[in-house]
């Protein structure tokens, strides 16, 4: 069974760090797809950021510059590292993961439970 675990939310000023994890289990090869999503009360979820196994990292306009995606297949880890956190980057945050073939803006078939952020101004 698939389970995705994130961590590393939080409340932050403008301006701040910070680091989400999501440790993936019940996966036994590297997974095709990985990617982070994140929502806001009364709004669909939004793709942020994405990374294929072996491609290219691909971001939403709206964190270009400032977050980095990142995986580590070995210990089936994925990582958001947000910097110059604005109060717009506030909501709950998704990791997700597909195997085989994924429309990127849609995600996969799994997905973590979300961690907060929360950027205060």
């Known amino acids: 069974q698939v389970q995705l675990v994130e961590s590393g939310g939080g409340l932050v000023q403008a301006g701040e760090s910070l680091t989400l994890s999501c440790a993936a289990s019940?996966?036994?090869?590297?997974?095709?797809?990985m990617g982070w999503f994140r929502q806001v009360p009364g709004k669909q979820r939004d793709l942020v950021a994405y990374?294929?196994?072996?491609?290219?990292?691909n971001y939403a306009d709206f964190v270009k510059g400032r977050f980095t995606i990142s995986r580590d297949n070995a210990n089936g880890t994925l990582y958001l590292q947000m910097m110059s956190l604005k109060p717009e980057d506030t909501g709950v945050y998704y990791c997700n993961v597909g195997l085989g073939w994924v429309e990127p803006n849609r995600g996969g078939r799994y997905w973590g439970q979300g961690t907060q952020v929360t950027v205060s101004s």
């Open positions: 990374l294929p196994d072996g491609g290219r990292a």
């Open positions: 019940g996966i036994f090869f590297s997974p095709s797809y």
